[in-house]
């Protein structure tokens, strides 16, 4: 492995380098940016929490309806797991944080995680 950081430029293949005018080949270069990684956020099931907490924080944290927050935590308490939203890095990771302290402090085991979304 080279420690040299790649650069976020290739060539477009084929494109001739005429003459060696700099300005011509960078007109020619394609950038190759990655989109940022997405984060989502998965609340876990448990034996405990109550279902009615479920549906509030979800409400609360995920800016969801009644209904779609029913299905959600009806989603996880069947299957063990579900997603309430897809983020930033940052932002998944607040809200994993803000949703376990209001369960912490309302005395609910419920556990939230942020996790890389596959790609
Ligand atoms: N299984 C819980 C109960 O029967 C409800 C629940 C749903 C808990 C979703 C956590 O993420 C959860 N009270």
């Known amino acids: 492995m080279s420690d040299t950081p790649k650069s976020p430029f290739s060539p477009t293949p084929g494109a001739p380098n005429v003459g060696g005018d700099d300005a011509l080949v ?3 270069l394609t950038q190759r940016t990655k989109p ?21 924080a979800i409400q609360e944290f995920f800016g969801k ?29 607040a809200k994993a944080d803000q949703v376990m302290s209001s369960a912490r402090r309302s005395g609910h085991p419920l556990q939230c995680v942020a996790e890389p979304v596959e790609s």
């Open 65 to 93: 309806d009644q209904e779609t927050a029913t299905q959600i935590m009806l989603k996880i308490h069947i299957e063990g797991r579900g997603v309430c939203g897809v983020f930033s890095k940052d932002v998944a990771d």
């Open 26 to 28: 960078l007109d020619r």
């Open 36 to 56: 940022p990684a997405m984060y989502q956020v998965v609340l876990l099931n448990d034996d405990y929490t109550p279902m009615e907490f479920v549906v509030w």
